[in-house]
C-alpha cells in the first residue's frame, strides 16, 4: 500500500543520541524544537514601529534643541545684538539698524584705535535716554574708538582735525560727510585704564568730548567695554561687515592696542 503524504510527513526521521546509540524518530515524537517550532523571543522595548517612532522624536528634538543651545551660548560668551537708536553715528549706523558685536574683545582680542565699540554707560551720559539695549543689558551706548591710554587727543588743527600724539588723523572715510571733525576745542589726555571715544556724526552725538567735566575727563573704563561692532545684520539691504579704518591711525605713535588680558 502506498504512503499518503501526511503518513510521508509522519515517517520522517531525526537522528537522536541516546546512550550512545542512534534511534529513528518520528517527527511528531520530535517535540517543538526537531519540529522548528520555536516561539519568537519578544521584543523587550515594544515592536520596532515604536521604537523607531521615539528615534524619530528624539533626533526631531536633537535638530530642534541643539541650534538653540548653540544660539543661546553664543549669546551668552561670543556675541550680542543691539539696536541703533539714533543718529549719533550716522552714516556709518542708520537709526534702527541692528548690530552684531563681538563679545571676544577686550577679553581676548585686543581693542584698537578706529574700533566701534558697545560700552555701558560710564557716567550716566544718557541721562533718562537708552541708546542702545541688548539681551542682558540696561543702558549701553556706541561711539567710536579714538584714544587709547597714554594717548593725548586734542582739537583743532588749523586745518580743523583732531591731533592724537601730535599727529593730525584724516577722518573722513567715516565722519558723516558734510560735518567737521568737532566744532569744540578739547584737550585730554588718556589715562590708564580708559579710552576716548566720540561718534561719527560729530554734530549730533554726546560723546568724551561733552563730558570733560563728569569727573572722569570723559573717558571711559576698558571694563566697561561689552563688545566691539562687526556687522549690520538688519535690514537686508544694509547688511555688511564692518571694518576698522587702520589707516587713518598708521602714523599714530604710542600704544597699538589695549586690552585686557591677564
Request: hydrophobic share 35%.
Amino acid at each position: 500500500m502506498s504512503n499518503t503524504r501526511d503518513d510521508q510527513s509522519a515517517s520522517r526521521v531525526f537522528l537522536s543520541s541516546e546512550e550512545g546509540r542512534i534511534r529513528r524518530v518520528s517527527a511528531q515524537g520530535a517535540g517543538p524544537r526537531a519540529q522548528h517550532q520555536r516561539r519568537p523571543v519578544p521584543e523587550k522595548n515594544g515592536s520596532p514601529k515604536r521604537r523607531s517612532a521615539r528615534s524619530s522624536i528624539r533626533e526631531t528634538l536633537l535638530l530642534i534643541l541643539i541650534p538653540i543651545l548653540i544660539v543661546v551660548l553664543a549669546r551668552v560668551f561670543v556675541a550680542d545684538m543691539y539696536v541703533i537708536p539714533s543718529s549719533s553715528m550716522t552714516d556709518t549706523f542708520q537709526v534702527g539698524d541692528r548690530i552684531i558685536t563681538s563679545k571676544l574683545s577686550p577679553k581676548f582680542f585686543d581693542l584698537k584705535r578706529g574700533d566701534i565699540i558697545v560700552f555701558k554707560d560710564p557716567a550716566n551720559w544718557l541721562g533718562d535716554e537708552t541708546e542702545n539695549s541688548g539681551l542682558f543689558s540696561d543702558q549701553y551706548l556706541v561711539k567710536r574708538l579714538i584714544g587709547l591710554p597714554g594717548d593725548r587727543v586734542r582739537c583743532c588743527t588749523a586745518d580743523g582735525n583732531v591731533t592724537i600724539n601730535g599727529t593730525a588723523i584724516d577722518e573722513t572715510s567715516y565722519i558723516r560727510p558734510g560735518v567737521e571733525p568737532s566744532s569744540i576745542a578739547f584737550d585730554v589726555t588718556v589715562t590708564e585704564g580708559h579710552l576716548f571715544v566720540m561718534g561719527d556724526n560729530r554734530g549730533n552725538s554726546s560723546d568724551s568730548r561733552y563730558h570733560i567735566n563728569d569727573g572722569a575727563d570723559g573717558l571711559v573704563p576698558i571694563s566697561d567695554v561689552a563688545g566691539v561692532a562687526k556687522f549690520v545684520y538688519w535690514p537686508l539691504n544694509r547688511i555688511h561687515y564692518l571694518s576698522r579704518p587702520d589707516s587713518v591711525f598708521a602714523n599714530v605713535s604710542g600704544l597699538k592696542s589695549v586690552g585686557t588680558q591677564e
